[in-house]
Structures are given as C-alpha cells and as structure tokens.
C-alpha cells in the first residue's frame, strides 16, 4: 500500500490556510462595499452642496440679467422719449407738374423747417422733428423711423401712420412699390431681425393682422370676404380685434405674401383728385410676444402702421353717391383724430376715443406710454398749397405737446427783464467795435435764457399769454453763430480746450468777428406780445429746441 505524500498535520494546516484566504476575501469584498457605499453617500453629499452653491450663483446671475434687461429697455425707451413720444416728421412729395410753382419747400438753412409760399405771396415758417426731403430712397425714410420700433420689442405700443390730403404719397410712403417697400414691410423685418437677435434667451412669435376703416366699419382684409369685426376690451386690459385673420409669420418672404394678399381687398376709387384714391384707413397691425426661457417673463407689444386716407374738399373733388359717402366718412374721422390729439394735449378727463372707430383703434397708441409718429406728407405745388396748409395745422396741433411746456413758470417781469436783458447785448455789439466770440456767446446766453421760458400763465385773470419769436426772427438771432470763420475758430477753441492751453483759449476768446456785424444789425427788432394758440398752449414750436441744441456747446 502506497504512502500518503501529505501527512494529517499538514492537511490541517492547508486547512486552515484556505479558511483564513476565505475569511480575508469576505473582509475585502466588505471592505469593497462599505467603501462603494461611503463613495455613494460622499458622492451625494457632495451634488447635493455644488447644486446648493449653484442654485445661489445661478439665482444671483438671472437677477443679474434680469436687472440688466431691464435697465437697456429702460435706456433704449429713454432715448425714444427723449426725441419725444409723439414725432412729427415732413415729407414732401416731388413735383409731378413740369410746369408751376412750387409753394413748399424745405429751409436752406435747417432740416426741420418748411418755407410755405402762400397764395398772394405771404411766406411762412414752419417747424417739425424732422423734414423728409424728396431726394430720400425709401430705405433712408424707414432709417429715420426705424429707433422707435424696438420698443415694440420691449412691450411698448408703437404706432407709425401716414398723415395728408388724397394724393400727396402717404400709401407709397407706408407700402412702397413689390422693388423698393415702404415701412409696413422694412419694419415687420427689422422685428424679425431684432426678435433673432435675442434667440438664445428669449423666444419671440410675431402675429400680423390687416384691416381697413370703411364708413366707420372695420374690415377684415386678409379675409376673402372682407368680414366686418368689432373692437372689445381684453383681458389685459389693451384693445383686441375678435374674429379678424392673425398669420403668424416667419420669414420675410411670408410677410410679403401676406401684405400683398391684404392690399388686394382695399377699397379704391377714381376721383378728380386722385386716380387710385384709398377710400379707407388701412391698419396693419403686428402683435410681438416673447416670452424670456431664463426669467419666464412674458411681454407683449403691438406696433400699428397706419395708412390714413387722405382729405378731400368735396368742393374739388365734385364726388358724389358712393364716393361722396366715403369722402365724409373719411373727413369726419380725420377731424375726431384732430379732436382726441387736442383734448390730450389741453389733459381734458374726458377724451373722445370713441366718437369713432379710427380714434378708438389707436387708443392704445395714443395714450399713456405709447411711441407714436407721424408722418406729415405735403404736395408742393402751389395748386394744392390750401390742403398742405391743412395737413401743416394738423402737424403743429400734434407737435404742441408737453415737452415745450414743462420749463419753470415765470412772472411776467422776468421774462421782460430777460428779453430787455437780450436786446441790450445786441444793442451794445450794434454799437461797439467789431464783437469777439466771448461777446457772441455772452448774448447768446442771454437770448436764450429768454427764450427757454417762454410762456407764463395768470390764473388770477384766467388767461395766458406769451412772447413768442417768429422762425424769421429766430433764425436771424440763430445767424450770430452761422459764419464760415467762426466755425474754424471753434475747432482750435476745442483743440486748445483738450490741450488746456489756456493762453490761446483766451486769445480765441478775444478775436473779432467781422462777419456777425450784418446779423447783429438784424437782429435787434422789438420782441412782439402774443396770446397763446387755441390749443391752450403758447405758440411756441420745435424752433426754440433746435436753436438751444446748435448753441448749448457755445454757451
């Protein structure tokens, strides 16, 4: 019998060599666990403080965007107010006649005056934010207007409408021909562009909508069959148009198909005064909503583009039946707008939204923080100078508004002493040596610290009453400062300013100014009293806020 090779002592002890490798193989795979588990537990711990701290750094950082959002729709808007809420603008039409005179045209001297050639020679002045002149493309136009439609973007109601009598071009400034658009068209677009802009934090829809005002009824032109809709009160408290047709759009090319498919179904007529005469007010109306993916915030704003149809002397135009109808429908809108502007401006309780389906349209564009321009179109011949000098008092109802009336009230003996004030300067320049360019700045001064305040009211006697220059007068006053010389003066005033040469800024101080002696003499005629307009504001226009901004750097 063979010999076992392992003895039972040495089988014991392999035995309790294998049980101890087992033992310690289960102390490690405890090990391994307890370690994943405490991993887990840490790992946990770990996510749970990092979304903690991030959670804060992510709620410090939306409330820090917030505010800055906030804060560039605040500037942005600022800016707008700053030229005003309601902007009135000129725009003249080219001559269509190769022969006859041309009554209007723009002030050699500034872009925001008109010379009005009057029938038995009389020539006036008028003033407006700006003058559109007839040698700007339509992309130039839109250019002008284009600052005030990012409000819409932010929330605001912005409205843009054509204003003049039948045939000065308000239906070419607004639509444009399918090659060169107007500004229904470039301002829908420029939505879309700024809508893109914002993308990555804000999603913007962009709904458009068409109608047209025709005898008082509201018409539906994206509907086939011109379906009458009603204007009622939203939820949110803006106006909405129940039932009407509202495409959401989302190219250019759509909006295009879209504008076009509405211009199809306008109402036009012949008359004597204009072959393809507009016998409604056309409004297209966009709606922008956006809604902000970081803060939620929602915003909606509507922008309205207005293309009012014209004015017609039913005297000219012999219309009668139908077109008739029409003309007088049309002309008494026109008036309740003229009405509503007025009441707003004299801050009347109650005002006449709803004397007519126009005003009571655009209520939301004219009241409250709306941004609002119009566009004052004028026929230059001298055939149709009556209605240009219509449309020209309608321009100067809207532009009387609150910003040239907010200075300081004053006694009647401060502004004569400021006026008399005035006139001495230019009574000593007339009769001294040739003036230097301290002298021109010191009467300057004075002149328009007249002017600023130019109205006072006695309540006592329960009228006003105001001394006003005529555009004339203030443009000769504005010539002290018009000369070729002077104007390289002021350059190396400026440059010896930044330089702090204070020795050659004294000498520039002191140098004569031959040029200014015509104007001086010119300017010394006695300042004229005169009651304030019938529109309860004193008759003075957009002349005193230029001729503050081209002296304020020399003052």
């Not at 902000?292 to 509507?302: D, L, R, V």
Request: aromatic share 6%; proline share 3%.
């Amino acid at each position: 019998m063979a010999r076992s090779i392992i003895d039972d002592g040495q089988l014991k002890k392999l035995k309790r060599v294998a049980e101890d490798l087992k033992s310690e193989k289960d102390e490690l795979r405890q090990l391994a666990l307890d370690t994943k588990e405490a991993f887990t537990v840490c790992m946990a711990e770990l996510r749970l403080m990092l979304e903690s701290k991030t959670a804060d750094f992510f709620r410090v950082l939306v409330e820090r965007y917030k505010a800055e959002m906030e804060k560039r729709r605040q500037l942005h808007n600022q800016l707008v107010e700053i030229n005003g809420n309601i902007r009135v603008f000129f725009r003249i039409r080219p001559m269509l006649e190769a022969v006859g005179e041309q009554a209007i045209k723009m002030d050699e001297m500034d872009d925001w005056a008109i010379d009005v050639l009057q029938p038995g020679g009389k020539k006036t002045s008028h003033g407006a934010d700006r003058v559109l002149t007839t040698t700007l493309t339509q992309k130039q136009i839109f250019e002008e207007v284009s600052p005030v439609i990012t409000s819409c973007i932010d929330g605001y109601n912005v409205c843009i409408f054509a204003y003049g009598a039948t045939g000065c071009g308000k239906t070419y400034t607004m639509e444009g021909p399918i090659e060169d658009p107007g500004i229904n068209q470039r301002a829908i677009i420029q939505l879309f562009q700024v809508a893109n802009e914002k993308q990555g934090d804000t999603k913007y829809s962009i709904q458009l909508s068409m109608v047209e005002i025709y005898n008082e009824k509201i018409r539906d032109l994206l509907n086939s069959s011109l379906s009458t809709v009603n204007i009622r009160m939203g939820e949110d408290g803006r106006l909405t148009l129940p039932g009407s047709t509202s495409i959401t759009v989302t190219s250019a090319e759509h909006v295009s198909q879209v504008l076009e498919s509405g211009r199809a179904n306008k109402a036009i007529a012949c008359t004597q005064a204009n072959a393809s005469s507009s016998r409604s007010h056309v409004v297209v109306r966009v709606t922008v909503n956006g809604v902000n993916s970081i803060t939620g915030e929602s915003t909606t704003g509507h922008l309205n583009l207005v293309d009012l149809a014209g004015s017609e002397r039913v005297s000219q135009t012999n219309a009668t039946g139908q077109v008739l109808k029409e003309a007088q429908a049309i002309n008494k809108s026109l008036s309740e707008l003229g009405n509503v502007v007025l009441a707003l401006r004299q801050n009347q309780k109650h005002i006449p939204f709803r004397n007519c389906q126009l005003t009571r349209m655009l209520e939301d564009s004219l009241n409250g923080d709306s941004k609002t321009l119009v566009i004052v179109h004028l026929s230059p011949e001298s055939r149709h100078v009556t209605e240009s000098t219509s449309s020209i008092a309608f321009a100067e109802k809207i532009s009387k508004d609150l910003r040239f009336v907010q200075c300081a009230s004053l006694a009647p003996t401060v502004c004569t002493n400021r006026s008399m004030g005035c006139q001495r300067q230019l009574a000593m320049l007339k009769g001294g040596d040739i003036p230097t360019r301290m002298q021109l700045n010191f009467a300057c001064a004075e002149f328009l610290q007249w002017l600023a305040p130019t109205w006072f009211e006695n309540k006592k006697a329960k009228k006003a009453s105001t001394i006003r220059r005529e555009p004339r007068e203030i443009r000769k006053c504005e010539s002290l400062r018009r000369f070729s010389s002077i104007e390289s003066i002021d350059s190396a005033y400026d440059a010896a300013l930044v330089k702090e040469d204070w020795p050659v800024k004294s000498q520039l101080d002191n140098e004569p100014i031959e040029e200014s002696r015509e104007a001086i003499e010119d300017s010394t005629s006695p300042v004229e009293e005169r009651p304030t307009s019938s529109f309860g504001y004193p008759e003075i226009g957009v002349e005193s806020k230029k001729l503050k901004l081209r002296f304020s750097r020399s003052v």
